[in-house]
Protein backbone atom coordinates (compact mmCIF):
# COMPACT_ATOMS: atom_id res chain seq x y z
CA UNK A 1 0.00 0.00 0.00
CA UNK A 2 1.15 3.64 -1.11
CA UNK A 3 -0.11 7.13 0.05
CA UNK A 4 -0.47 8.57 -3.54
CA UNK A 5 -0.83 12.01 -4.66
CA UNK A 6 -1.84 12.97 -7.78
CA UNK A 7 -0.60 16.81 -9.04
CA UNK A 8 -3.18 18.06 -11.71
CA UNK A 9 -5.91 15.62 -10.49
CA UNK A 10 -8.60 18.19 -12.22
CA UNK A 11 -6.67 18.17 -15.92
CA UNK A 12 -7.88 15.62 -18.42
CA UNK A 13 -4.77 13.37 -18.56
CA UNK A 14 -4.81 13.71 -14.12
CA UNK A 15 -8.40 12.51 -14.42
CA UNK A 16 -7.47 9.80 -16.60
CA UNK A 17 -4.52 8.50 -13.92
CA UNK A 18 -7.05 8.54 -11.53
CA UNK A 19 -9.55 6.08 -14.26
CA UNK A 20 -6.55 4.35 -14.84
CA UNK A 21 -5.10 4.15 -11.27
CA UNK A 22 -9.16 2.91 -10.26
CA UNK A 23 -9.19 0.38 -12.74
CA UNK A 24 -5.57 -1.44 -11.78
CA UNK A 25 -6.94 -2.05 -7.83
CA UNK A 26 -3.40 0.24 -7.25
CA UNK A 27 -2.80 -0.29 -3.69
CA UNK A 28 -3.86 3.20 -2.22
CA UNK A 29 -3.56 3.79 1.63
CA UNK A 30 -4.49 7.63 1.36
CA UNK A 31 -5.19 9.64 -1.96
CA UNK A 32 -4.55 13.29 -1.88
CA UNK A 33 -5.55 15.42 -4.96
CA UNK A 34 -3.78 18.45 -5.80
CA UNK A 35 -4.47 21.08 -8.39
CA UNK A 36 -4.12 25.11 -8.66
CA UNK A 37 -5.56 27.26 -6.16
CA UNK A 38 -8.38 28.08 -9.44
CA UNK A 39 -9.16 24.21 -8.95
CA UNK A 40 -9.12 23.66 -5.24
CA UNK A 41 -12.38 22.51 -3.40
CA UNK A 42 -13.25 21.07 -6.67
CA UNK A 43 -14.45 17.39 -5.65
CA UNK A 44 -13.49 14.05 -7.59
CA UNK A 45 -15.10 10.44 -6.91
CA UNK A 46 -12.36 7.97 -6.61
CA UNK A 47 -13.38 4.16 -5.92
CA UNK A 48 -16.64 5.32 -4.59
CA UNK A 49 -15.63 7.94 -2.28
CA UNK A 50 -15.16 11.45 -2.53
CA UNK A 51 -12.15 13.41 -2.31
CA UNK A 52 -11.27 17.57 -2.00
CA UNK A 53 -9.42 18.69 -4.58
CA UNK A 54 -6.28 20.64 -2.24
CA UNK A 55 -4.14 23.90 -3.55
CA UNK A 56 -1.03 22.49 -4.09
CA UNK A 57 2.36 24.19 -2.39
CA UNK A 58 5.14 23.77 -1.18
CA UNK A 59 3.99 22.24 1.98
CA UNK A 60 2.19 19.29 0.33
CA UNK A 61 4.15 16.87 0.15
CA UNK A 62 5.03 17.50 4.39
CA UNK A 63 3.78 14.01 5.09
CA UNK A 64 1.39 11.04 3.93
CA UNK A 65 2.79 11.01 0.78
CA UNK A 66 5.32 8.42 -0.64
CA UNK A 67 4.72 9.01 -4.31
CA UNK A 68 3.22 11.47 -6.64
CA UNK A 69 2.28 11.24 -9.83
CA UNK A 70 2.26 15.17 -11.84
CA UNK A 71 0.74 16.00 -14.73
CA UNK A 72 0.38 19.90 -14.31
CA UNK A 73 2.85 21.07 -16.73
CA UNK A 74 6.20 21.92 -16.95
CA UNK A 75 6.34 25.22 -14.74
CA UNK A 76 4.73 23.37 -12.13
CA UNK A 77 7.19 20.35 -12.33
CA UNK A 78 9.62 22.05 -12.28
CA UNK A 79 8.89 23.73 -9.27
CA UNK A 80 7.53 20.91 -7.32
CA UNK A 81 8.87 17.60 -8.43
CA UNK A 82 12.01 18.91 -6.92
CA UNK A 83 10.45 20.10 -3.33
CA UNK A 84 8.34 16.22 -3.16
CA UNK A 85 11.47 14.67 -3.81
CA UNK A 86 13.53 15.93 -1.46
CA UNK A 87 11.20 15.17 0.97
CA UNK A 88 12.07 11.58 0.34
CA UNK A 89 8.28 10.91 -2.01
CA UNK A 90 8.57 9.16 -5.60
CA UNK A 91 7.69 11.45 -8.21
CA UNK A 92 6.22 10.16 -11.56
CA UNK A 93 6.43 13.37 -13.81
CA UNK A 94 4.17 13.53 -17.13
CA UNK A 95 5.38 17.06 -18.74
CA UNK A 96 8.46 17.64 -20.63
CA UNK A 97 10.37 19.29 -17.80
CA UNK A 98 12.68 16.66 -16.99
CA UNK A 99 12.56 14.34 -19.76
CA UNK A 100 15.97 14.78 -20.92
CA UNK A 101 18.06 15.80 -17.94
CA UNK A 102 20.86 13.21 -17.61
CA UNK A 103 20.73 11.61 -14.30
CA UNK A 104 16.61 11.79 -14.71
CA UNK A 105 15.32 7.93 -15.91
CA UNK A 106 12.90 8.46 -19.06
CA UNK A 107 10.79 5.32 -18.81
CA UNK A 108 8.43 3.03 -20.82
CA UNK A 109 7.80 -0.09 -18.84
CA UNK A 110 7.67 -2.85 -21.61
CA UNK A 111 11.14 -1.43 -22.47
CA UNK A 112 13.37 -0.30 -19.55
CA UNK A 113 11.66 -0.81 -16.67
CA UNK A 114 15.24 -1.51 -14.73
CA UNK A 115 15.55 2.47 -14.97
CA UNK A 116 13.23 3.70 -12.05
CA UNK A 117 15.57 2.87 -9.72
CA UNK A 118 17.14 6.63 -9.46
CA UNK A 119 18.51 8.34 -6.37
CA UNK A 120 16.78 11.70 -7.09
CA UNK A 121 13.83 10.53 -6.79
CA UNK A 122 12.03 11.92 -10.10
CA UNK A 123 10.84 9.46 -12.74
CA UNK A 124 10.22 11.17 -16.10
CA UNK A 125 7.18 9.69 -18.75
CA UNK A 126 7.99 10.29 -22.01
CA UNK A 127 6.73 12.11 -25.07
CA UNK A 128 2.80 10.06 -25.88
CA UNK A 129 3.90 9.66 -29.55
CA UNK A 130 7.97 8.62 -28.65
CA UNK A 131 5.85 5.71 -25.81
CA UNK A 132 3.87 4.33 -28.74
CA UNK A 133 6.98 4.28 -31.61
CA UNK A 134 9.19 3.11 -28.94
CA UNK A 135 6.76 0.27 -27.74
CA UNK A 136 6.18 -0.72 -31.75
CA UNK A 137 9.55 -0.95 -32.37
CA UNK A 138 11.19 -2.53 -29.29
CA UNK A 139 10.79 -6.03 -30.74
CA UNK A 140 12.91 -4.98 -33.93
CA UNK A 141 15.25 -3.44 -31.63
CA UNK A 142 15.68 -6.99 -29.36
CA UNK A 143 16.08 -9.29 -32.24
CA UNK A 144 17.77 -7.58 -35.30
CA UNK A 145 19.33 -4.17 -33.86
CA UNK A 146 18.28 -0.46 -35.59
CA UNK A 147 20.46 1.91 -37.07
CA UNK A 148 17.84 4.00 -38.51
CA UNK A 149 14.31 5.55 -38.10
CA UNK A 150 11.93 7.73 -39.59
CA UNK A 151 8.63 8.65 -37.84
CA UNK A 152 5.91 10.37 -39.36
CA UNK A 153 3.49 11.16 -37.05
CA UNK A 154 -0.63 11.73 -37.16
CA UNK A 155 -1.49 13.23 -33.59
CA UNK A 156 -5.21 14.23 -32.73
CA UNK A 157 -6.34 17.39 -31.65
CA UNK A 158 -6.89 15.81 -27.35
CA UNK A 159 -2.97 16.23 -27.44
CA UNK A 160 -3.20 19.82 -27.28
CA UNK A 161 -5.95 19.76 -24.63
CA UNK A 162 -9.42 20.97 -23.75
CA UNK A 163 -8.12 23.80 -26.57
CA UNK A 164 -7.52 21.69 -28.53
CA UNK A 165 -10.66 19.72 -28.31
CA UNK A 166 -12.47 23.04 -28.92
CA UNK A 167 -11.05 23.99 -32.58
CA UNK A 168 -11.86 21.16 -33.63
CA UNK A 169 -15.18 20.94 -32.46
CA UNK A 170 -15.97 24.08 -33.00
CA UNK A 171 -13.63 25.47 -36.15
CA UNK A 172 -12.30 28.12 -33.80
CA UNK A 173 -8.39 28.45 -33.36
CA UNK A 174 -8.14 28.95 -29.84
CA UNK A 175 -4.71 26.55 -29.85
CA UNK A 176 -3.58 26.15 -33.58
CA UNK A 177 -2.29 28.27 -35.86
CA UNK A 178 -4.54 27.29 -38.63
CA UNK A 179 -7.89 25.70 -38.82
CA UNK A 180 -7.72 22.24 -37.72
CA UNK A 181 -11.31 21.65 -39.50
CA UNK A 182 -10.68 19.57 -43.02
CA UNK A 183 -7.14 20.39 -42.48
CA UNK A 184 -3.48 19.12 -41.21
CA UNK A 185 -0.86 20.78 -39.84
CA UNK A 186 2.55 20.43 -40.40
CA UNK A 187 3.41 21.65 -37.10
CA UNK A 188 3.14 20.44 -33.48
CA UNK A 189 5.17 23.04 -30.66
CA UNK A 190 7.73 25.72 -32.30
CA UNK A 191 10.05 25.55 -34.69
CA UNK A 192 13.80 24.85 -33.60
CA UNK A 193 16.59 26.57 -34.73
CA UNK A 194 17.37 23.51 -37.03
CA UNK A 195 14.07 23.43 -38.82
CA UNK A 196 12.26 20.82 -37.12
CA UNK A 197 9.98 21.44 -34.11
CA UNK A 198 10.20 20.98 -30.65
CA UNK A 199 7.84 18.19 -31.26
CA UNK A 200 9.97 16.59 -33.84
CA UNK A 201 12.87 16.44 -31.31
CA UNK A 202 11.47 15.21 -28.70
CA UNK A 203 10.55 12.02 -30.32
CA UNK A 204 14.02 11.56 -31.94
CA UNK A 205 16.33 12.46 -28.49
CA UNK A 206 13.75 10.81 -26.36
CA UNK A 207 13.56 7.61 -28.15
CA UNK A 208 17.85 7.27 -28.06
CA UNK A 209 17.38 7.81 -24.13
CA UNK A 210 14.85 5.05 -23.35
CA UNK A 211 16.87 2.64 -25.79
CA UNK A 212 20.47 4.19 -24.50
CA UNK A 213 21.19 4.44 -27.88
CA UNK A 214 22.96 7.81 -28.81
CA UNK A 215 24.07 5.83 -32.26
CA UNK A 216 20.44 5.63 -33.54
CA UNK A 217 19.89 7.57 -36.59
CA UNK A 218 16.49 9.45 -36.29
CA UNK A 219 14.31 12.01 -38.03
CA UNK A 220 10.62 12.59 -37.30
CA UNK A 221 7.86 15.05 -39.14
CA UNK A 222 4.91 15.66 -36.62
CA UNK A 223 1.54 16.02 -37.96
CA UNK A 224 -1.99 17.53 -36.59
CA UNK A 225 -5.09 15.49 -37.87
CA UNK A 226 -8.53 16.53 -37.47
CA UNK A 227 -9.37 13.71 -35.21
CA UNK A 228 -10.39 13.41 -31.38
CA UNK A 229 -8.56 10.97 -29.57
CA UNK A 230 -5.46 8.38 -30.17
CA UNK A 231 -2.40 9.05 -32.53
CA UNK A 232 -0.98 7.08 -35.54
CA UNK A 233 2.60 6.57 -36.10
CA UNK A 234 4.21 5.62 -39.68
CA UNK A 235 7.57 4.16 -38.86
CA UNK A 236 10.06 3.54 -41.51
CA UNK A 237 13.30 1.41 -39.99
CA UNK A 238 16.41 0.20 -40.93
CA UNK A 239 17.61 -3.14 -39.11
CA UNK A 240 21.41 -3.86 -38.55
CA UNK A 241 20.54 -7.21 -40.06
CA UNK A 242 18.59 -8.76 -42.20
CA UNK A 243 14.71 -9.94 -42.24
CA UNK A 244 12.69 -12.01 -42.80
CA UNK A 245 9.26 -10.73 -43.25
CA UNK A 246 7.51 -13.89 -41.86
CA UNK A 247 9.92 -14.38 -38.89
CA UNK A 248 8.95 -10.19 -38.30
CA UNK A 249 5.26 -11.17 -38.30
CA UNK A 250 5.65 -13.91 -35.50
CA UNK A 251 7.84 -11.51 -33.81
CA UNK A 252 4.73 -9.64 -33.07
CA UNK A 253 2.34 -11.69 -32.21
CA UNK A 254 3.62 -12.40 -28.61
CA UNK A 255 4.86 -9.02 -28.16
CA UNK A 256 4.32 -6.93 -24.86
CA UNK A 257 2.02 -4.14 -24.84
CA UNK A 258 1.22 -4.51 -28.64
CA UNK A 259 -1.82 -5.94 -30.82
CA UNK A 260 -0.63 -7.61 -34.18
CA UNK A 261 -4.01 -6.17 -36.51
CA UNK A 262 -2.28 -6.73 -40.14
CA UNK A 263 -4.39 -8.54 -42.95
CA UNK A 264 -4.29 -6.46 -45.80
CA UNK A 265 -6.09 -8.85 -48.28
CA UNK A 266 -9.34 -8.46 -46.00
CA UNK A 267 -8.21 -4.82 -45.45
CA UNK A 268 -7.17 -5.03 -41.75
CA UNK A 269 -4.82 -2.65 -40.20
CA UNK A 270 -4.79 -0.23 -37.16
CA UNK A 271 -7.27 2.59 -36.96
CA UNK A 272 -7.11 5.37 -33.87
CA UNK A 273 -10.23 4.27 -33.45
CA UNK A 274 -9.43 0.81 -32.43
CA UNK A 275 -6.95 1.88 -29.71
CA UNK A 276 -9.70 4.86 -28.02
CA UNK A 277 -9.51 3.40 -24.54
CA UNK A 278 -7.27 1.01 -24.40
CA UNK A 279 -3.52 0.67 -22.80
CA UNK A 280 -2.43 -1.04 -26.41
CA UNK A 281 -0.62 -0.11 -29.02
CA UNK A 282 -2.04 -1.49 -32.54
CA UNK A 283 0.49 -2.30 -35.04
CA UNK A 284 0.18 -3.36 -39.05
CA UNK A 285 1.02 -2.72 -42.40
CA UNK A 286 4.20 -4.67 -42.04
CA UNK A 287 6.45 -4.43 -45.15
CA UNK A 288 9.40 -4.36 -46.54
CA UNK A 289 10.74 -1.34 -47.77
CA UNK A 290 12.34 -2.21 -51.24
CA UNK A 291 14.20 0.90 -51.64
CA UNK A 292 16.41 0.60 -48.84
CA UNK A 293 18.11 -2.31 -47.69
CA UNK A 294 17.30 -4.08 -44.07
CA UNK A 295 14.01 -1.34 -44.26
CA UNK A 296 10.89 -1.89 -43.47
CA UNK A 297 7.52 0.13 -42.95
CA UNK A 298 4.95 -0.15 -40.04
CA UNK A 299 2.05 1.51 -38.57
CA UNK A 300 1.07 1.94 -35.07
CA UNK A 301 -1.80 3.67 -33.05
CA UNK A 302 -2.73 4.03 -29.43
CA UNK A 303 -4.66 6.32 -27.35
CA UNK A 304 -2.54 9.79 -26.45
CA UNK A 305 -4.49 10.38 -22.80
CA UNK A 306 -4.00 6.31 -21.73
CA UNK A 307 -0.86 4.76 -22.81
CA UNK A 308 0.88 7.95 -24.30
CA UNK A 309 0.47 9.77 -20.26
CA UNK A 310 -1.71 8.09 -17.65
CA UNK A 311 -1.36 4.56 -18.24
CA UNK A 312 2.22 4.49 -18.64
CA UNK A 313 2.67 6.77 -15.48
CA UNK A 314 0.71 4.46 -13.86
CA UNK A 315 3.17 1.58 -14.91
CA UNK A 316 5.72 3.50 -13.30
CA UNK A 317 4.08 3.56 -10.46
CA UNK A 318 3.37 0.17 -10.12
CA UNK A 319 7.29 -0.49 -10.72
CA UNK A 320 7.95 2.27 -8.17
CA UNK A 321 6.28 0.14 -5.76
CA UNK A 322 8.80 -1.52 -5.09
CA UNK A 323 11.03 1.11 -4.55
CA UNK A 324 8.76 2.52 -1.68
Known amino acids: MANVAVVGATGAVGRKMLEVLEERNFPIDNLKLLASERSAGLKIN ?27 GGA ?51 NCSTIQSTIAIKPLYDKYGIERIAFTTYQAVSGAGMKGVKDLKE ?23 NGYTKEEMKMVNETKKIFHDDNLKITATAVRVPILNSHAVSINVTLKEDF ?47 SLDRTLNLYCTADNIRKGAATNAVQIAELLLKEI
Do not use: H
Request: aromatic share 10%.
Open 171 to 193: NTTTKFQYSIVDNTIAQIDVFEE
Open 76 to 126: VSEKFAPIAAKKRVKVVDNSSKWRMVKDIPLVVPEINPEDVKNENGIIANP
Open 46 to 72: YNEKEYVVERLDENSFDEDVDMAIFSA
Open 244 to 290: DLDEVFELYKDAKGIVLKDDVENEIYPLQEDSNDTDMVYVGRIRRDF
